[in-house]
């Protein structure tokens, strides 16, 4: 049981450059999340999923798409990385919204130049 | 609009001592706190929650204690180890938030041998 798995762990990009960052769990959750977090900051929410097939906006939405095609997975996608988008990406996944226990990953590091 | 925050941004503490940790949230319908424990190069790992029917709970070496009244929420550790330290996040759900978690800035835990 591997939990939540991310790849890359890290990734340098330019400017304009896209790029798709995926997310896995094997716990068979319902609920996916992909969080951004900068700095001597706390996580921010970019996009969630609630199940397979369906996903939404959270509080920093703009810049990202996302897509969740099998419930196992979860991807999140920079269409033209930009310099703001520097950033470690974490995603997290939990059984229901109702639990507030949602379970991480390693994160991703990204660099934009 | 309504945060989580947090009073201090880094507690140093001798090894075997106690250690408080303390969160303000200012969303009253929060019904819902959880506390997560971030070490260097890693995902949020989950520690304890609470919800807000309560005004205590407690785990192994950890407690979380509620105070709707002034909206305050604390993470006590015993005996605080080298392996506690950490950034440790508070979270909310519920309110405006619906499901989803708002989560803190974060204070650094340090542990002095």
């Known amino acids: 049981n591997a939990g939540v798995t991310q790849t890359p762990k890290f990734r340098v990009l330019k400017t304009g450059q896209s790029m798709t960052l995926l997310c896995a769990q094997d716990?068979?959750?319902?609920?996916m999340y992909w969080y951004r977090q900068d700095p001597g900051m706390g996580l921010r929410l970019i996009h969630y999923?609630?199940?397979?097939?369906?996903?939404a906006k959270g509080e920093v939405p703009d810049g990202y798409n996302v897509s969740r095609l099998k419930k196992q997975n979860f991807l999140l996608g920079l269409e033209s990385a930009a310099p703001s988008q520097t950033s470690v990406y974490f995603c997290?996944?939990?059984?229901?919204?109702?639990?507030?226990?949602?379970?991480f990953g390693p994160g991703t590091r990204l660099l934009v130049l | 609009g309504e945060s989580v925050g947090l009073h201090l941004p880094t507690l140093s503490v001798q090894e075997g001592d106690n250690s408080i940790i303390n969160c303000a949230y200012s969303?009253?319908?929060?019904?819902?706190f959880i506390w997560y424990k971030q070490e260097s190069g890693k995902g949020p790992q989950f520690i304890i929650d609470?919800?807000?029917?309560?005004d205590k709970r407690q785990g192994q070496r950890v407690t979380v204690l509620l105070n709707k009244t002034v909206k305050h929420l604390s993470l006590q550790i015993a005996a605080t180890q080298p392996g506690d330290s950490a950034v440790y996040f508070c979270?909310?759900?519920?309110?405006?938030?619906?499901?989803?978690?708002?989560f803190g800035g974060g204070t650094r835990l340090m542990v002095k041998p």
């Open positions: 997290a996944s939990s059984y229901s919204g109702e639990s507030g226990t949602q379970y």
């Open positions: 716990m068979n959750h319902e609920y």
């Open positions: 999923s609630v199940g397979e097939g369906t996903t």
């Open positions: 969303n009253s319908a929060s019904d819902y």
């Open positions: 609470i919800r807000s029917n309560m």
């Open positions: 979270a909310e759900k519920g309110g405006d938030a619906g499901n989803m978690l708002t």
